[in-house]
Nanobody
Framework: QVQLVESGGGLVQAGGSLRLSCAASGGFFSINAMAWYRQAPGNQRELVAA???????NYADPVKGRFTISRDNAKNMVYLQMNSLRPEDTAVYYC???????????????WGQGTQVTVSS
């Protein structure tokens, strides 16, 4: 059973940066794609970025050019570097994992517990 644990959230001013981390354990060898999602109050959970084991990435339009997803396969880690943060980036950010890039962007079976990111204006 894959387990995901996020860290790195917090409070930051608009224009600032944060780096989220996600540690994976338990059967990570079966995971070929990982992603970050976010959910703001009153909104549906939305995909932020996804990455394959080989490093192919995909980003949602609102974060292109500001956020960077990366992974360290040796350490079973995935990261989300968030720059030029805006108040509308405020949300709970979730790490997700799946066997392939399509599944991780549509219905990932594995989720972390989430970490709060708050951007003040």
């Amino acid at each position: 059973q894959v387990q995901l644990v996020e860290s790195g959230g917090g409070l930051v001013q608009a224009g600032g940066s944060l780096r989220l981390s996600c540690a994976a354990s338990g059967g990570f060898f079966s995971i070929n794609a990982m992603a970050w999602y976010r959910q703001a109050p009153g909104n549906q959970r939305e995909l932020v970025a996804a990455i394959t084991r080989s490093g192919t990435t995909n980003y949602a339009d609102p974060v292109k050019g500001r956020f960077t997803i990366s992974r360290d396969n040796a350490k079973n880690m995935v990261y989300l570097q968030m720059n030029s943060l805006r108040p509308e980036d405020t949300a709970v950010y979730y790490c997700a994992a799946a066997q392939n890039i399509v599944l991780v962007q549509t219905a990932p079976p594995y989720w972390g517990q989430g970490t709060q990111v708050t951007v003040s204006s």
